[in-house]
T-cell receptor, first 110, second 114 residues
């Protein structure tokens, strides 16, 4: 257990629905990352927060994706109008000089 | 731009045999390098990391890796593989300040046969 938690662990949704995932990082860590991992691939960077500020966003993060970290603690990742191509594992990481990963949320879009 | 290449998609070794997983990186400055392991249904676990100093780094579970700047490589090794080592292994590189993006390779899947 790295101390990073994610909820839910699994989410099945129908295409076109909105979904929201939550990440609770290690409490004293002020940085937080979101990654996406598809089958047979390594994690791909989505976005990065320093406290409540979203400092970087990957071009993978289309306008259907939005992430927030309102109080610099937990973060949410929302996907609107889900598509089948959004099916993946969504990972949250809370780094110091290494990335401490949460268990991930596996999204299946039917 | 930073990138990581893991040339071997899948490797099969016999239990007790030695193991080497290859990783090549592309980065202009001194890289921060990592190896992670992911077992089925489990999260990513750090095996070892290299920031500076001794180019041979020791990690958990008997793994080690050697940083070779001239070859832009950071290969992972284990002298004797156990069946429980069967998993997906990812090499990653981070920026010099360790605060920005981590770039992961596509992973190497390890199968261990009795």
């Amino acid at each position: 257990d790295t101390g990073v938690s994610q909820d839910p662990r699994h989410k099945i949704t129908k295409r076109g629905q909105n979904v929201t995932f939550r990440c609770d990082p290690i409490s004293e860590h002020n940085r937080l990352y979101w990654y996406r991992q598809t089958l047979g691939q390594g994690p791909e960077f989505l976005t990065y927060f320093q406290n409540e500020a979203q400092l970087e966003k990957s071009r993978l993060l289309s306008d259907r994706f939005s992430a927030e970290r309102p109080k610099g603690s937990f973060s949410t990742l929302e996907i609107q109008r889900t598509e089948q191509g959004d099916s993946a594992m969504y990972l949250c990481a809370s780094p110091t000089d290494e990335q401490f990963f949460g268990p991930g949320t596996r999204l299946t879009v039917l | 731009a930073q990138s990581v290449t893991q040339p071997d998609i899948h490797i099969t070794v016999s239990e007790g045999a030695s193991l080497e997983l290859r990783c090549n990186y592309s980065y202009g400055a001194t890289p921060y390098l990592f190896w992670y392991v992911q077992s089925p249904g489990q999260g990513l676990q750090l095996l070892l990391k290299y920031f500076s100093g001794d180019t041979l780094v020791q990690g958990i579970k008997g793994f080690e890796a050697e940083f070779k700047r001239s070859q832009s490589s950071f290969n992972l090794r284990k002298p004797s593989v156990h069946w429980s080592d069967a998993a997906e292994y990812f090499c990653a590189v981070a920026g010099g300040n360790t605060g920005n993006q981590f770039y992961f390779g596509t992973g190497t899947s390890l199968t261990v046969i009795p």
